[in-house]
């Protein structure tokens, strides 16, 4: 049960977003206990993986709709360690503005797409790790990402970012 | 680069903050909720001092009731209690 407690984690801070570490920490170790609890009932009718990362998908949901109006979603923070190379005022401005409206963005995307994109892109998980957090194929992963990124492409658009 | 290419690297761009770890007190915070509750010193002698008085108690009780009567108390009481205290516990976790 110990290796699951990593990806259990980390699908609950893909579904929160940045700004959540300690309470994806939190739904990692209520999940945990969860499992550890009702491990007999489990009927093995799934893989014992797919159970557990569904019983935290939906512990992140009920946990995300408590925290999200609690603090700004977009965290500053977070863009500012992005790095930046050395370029004038205005291009970090501009970049800046572009950041926090694509982060933005992403966190009005449907929960699967917003969980697939942070998975992808800030933890570097791969295809197949995705799939099985997600428990759908790599093919039906690669196709919320492809939506995803159109879907991020129209809102931007909306924002005036339409340079893209 | 096209605009697809543009949108992957915005996103890595705007992603690019460290990946949060689990503290590193995470497996005993677990480990703690996860063991059975030890009683201490004191609570084992509360317990045994009280299971003493309560025998001491019902056998004081039923000395004058019929075998039958005690054997129907004994069969009804200690599945109620087993009950009780079973779900008592899955209330407590």
């Known amino acids: 049960m110990r290796r699951y407690r990593e990806p259990v984690f980390r699908l609950a801070v893909s579904i929160l977003g940045q700004e959540f570490a300690p309470e994806a920490e939190d739904i990692a170790q209520d999940v945990m206990l969860r499992v550890h609890h009702s491990l007999r009932s489990f009927r093995g009718e799934s893989r014992l993986g797919s159970w557990i990362y569904r019983i935290a998908f939906n512990q992140a949901l009920n946990v995300k709709v408590r925290v999200r109006y609690s603090r700004p979603h977009v965290s500053d923070q977070v863009l500012e360690t992005t790095p930046s190379p050395n370029r004038g005022p205005y291009d970090q401005l501009r970049d800046h503005r572009r950041q926090q409206a694509v982060v933005a963005c992403v966190a009005e995307l449907p929960e699967v797409y917003q969980s697939a994109l942070r998975l992808h892109y800030w933890l570097g998980a791969s295809m197949s790790d995705i799939a099985v957090m997600l428990d759908a194929p790599e093919n039906t992963v690669k196709s919320y990402l492809h939506r995803a990124r159109r879907l991020l492409h129209a809102m931007l658009a909306e924002r005036g970012f339409d340079e893209l | ?93």
């Open chain 2, 1 to 93: 680069m096209n605009s697809d290419e543009r949108l992957d690297q915005l996103l890595r761009d705007a992603m690019a903050a460290a990946a949060p770890q689990l503290s590193p007190a995470f497996d005993a915070r677990v480990m703690q909720r996860v063991r059975p509750h030890r009683l201490t010193l004191v609570g084992r002698m509360v317990i045994a001092v009280y299971t003493a008085v309560a025998a001491g108690m019902v056998v004081w009780l039923m000395r004058d009731l019929h075998m039958v009567s005690i054997a129907a108390a004994v069969g009804i009481g200690v599945p109620v209690a087993a009950a009780v205290s079973s779900y008592g516990r899955r209330l407590l976790r």
